[in-house]
């Protein structure tokens, strides 16, 4: 091969290194800007970072972004600095490896807590061992068993391998998605198909340590803007045509945010490790893919299409309606903001406001 010549001369060049270097801080720096204007806010330095680099292409250094954050919003970086928490004692996990035990929960803070203010209820599911978010869905409730079930059946029909265990509450939601898993799991024989569910409180779920981090995370940006409509009359949580509108905007825009946070910021973290477990400290993704790493083993099953057109039969899961307005509503939306799907954060509030304004409801 070829030897070519390197030409390191630029090096001597002070005055284009010094463009070179306000050219590239310029360029993070509107890119920090963006995301704190929006839920990027909440994020701390290290997991801002990371988002930089995979959202923003720019492969920059930590501490660059750390210091464009304090130099923009020196309060917001200092309010989301570590502090020292007293912390309850949490039950410790133990694990064979990925796919061993899946956790699935439903999160309501986004609406209200329990008191269903706003039509936004997530619903997902974590790998334990990894820590990975397998998947996370927002609809206008998620008590609903069938569209429970689907959101599973989706993932296993995408991914072809089903957990050895799956841990859920004990409550009506859970029921078909419990049913399925357990027929799925006697093709392999290796146990009582009933003991792969295993039921707790959400409090022992793995998933919560999560819940907590979207909340502080990315919820509390959207929370404040639904809290202004509903505090300045702009939003009845009594009427159902303005629940409907409101989570005619929202769900696109939360479950895009959802799909990017379970993405780019928490699969992509590194989790250290934890006195209270005794699980591997990693990335959820590299943990995921390479358990041997780690001292641990996939534990999943294949399954196969057959076995998921068969259970999908039974179920019926598929044949619910995958849309919570009817076909005249959403007609009369779209003919007032015709992609809603491209709503973003900056102009929700205005979109509502704008449906409302000029909404008719079809008769």
């Keep these: 091969m070829a030897a070519y010549p390197r030409n390191d001369s630029w090096c001597d060049d002070y005055a284009l290194k010094e463009d070179l270097t306000k050219y590239v801080r310029q360029e993070v720096k ?50 989301r600095a570590v502090g020292i928490k007293k912390k309850k004692k949490k039950q410790c996990f ?38 990975k978010l397998l998947w996370l869905c927002i609809w206008t409730n998620n008590r609903e ?29 859970t029921g078909v ?23 707790g409180p959400s409090t022992a779920n793995q998933i919560e340590r999560w819940c907590r981090e979207l909340h502080e995370r990315l919820e509390k940006f959207y929370k404040e803007k639904l809290r202004w409509l ?12 303005d629940r409907i509108l409101l989570a005619l905007v929202m769900i696109p825009l939360l479950q895009k945010e959802l799909d990017t946070f379970k993405d780019t910021i928490w699969n992509s973290h590194r989790i250290g490790l ?17 358990p041997g790493e780690y001292g641990l ?21 598929l044949e619910i309606d995958d849309d919570f307005l009817n076909a005249r509503f959403r007609a009369e939306c779209e003919r007032l903001i015709p992609k809603t799907e491209e709503i973003t954060h900056e102009d929700c509030v205005d979109a509502f406001l704008f449906l409302k304004a000029h909404f008719i409801l079809p008769q």
């Design 30 to 79: 509107e890119a920090v800007g963006k995301e704190l204007a929006g839920p990027g806010q909440l994020l701390g330095y290290r997991a801002l970072h990371i988002k930089i680099r995979q959202e923003h292409l720019l492969n920059v250094p930590r501490d660059l972004v750390y210091a464009i954050m304090q130099e923009i919003d020196p309060e917001g970086l200092e309010s």
């Design 94 to 131: 133990t694990t064979r490896g990925p796919n061993w035990v899946h956790s699935v929960d439903g999160h309501n803070k986004v609406m209200g807590f329990q008191t269903d203010t706003f039509p936004l209820a997530i619903y997902g599911s974590i790998d334990t061992a990894s820590r």
């Design 145 to 173: 068993p069938r569209l429970i079930g689907r959101w599973y059946l989706e993932y296993l029909y995408e991914n072809k391998v089903i957990p050895s265990y799956l841990r859920m509450d004990r409550g009506t939601e």
């Design 177 to 199: 998605m419990a049913t399925m898993h357990a027929f799925l799991r006697q093709h392999h024989g290796d146990m009582d198909p009933a003991e792969t569910v295993i039921y």
């Design 230 to 241: 509903k505090d300045q009359n702009h939003y009845n949580p009594q009427n159902e045509t």
């Design 274 to 290: 934890q006195k209270d477990t005794m699980l591997p400290g990693g990335v959820p993704d590299h943990i995921y893919n390479f």
């Design 297 to 317: 083993e996939e534990s999943g099953w294949i399954v196969s299409e057959e076995q998921l057109e068969e259970v999908a039969t039974h179920s019926g899961v």
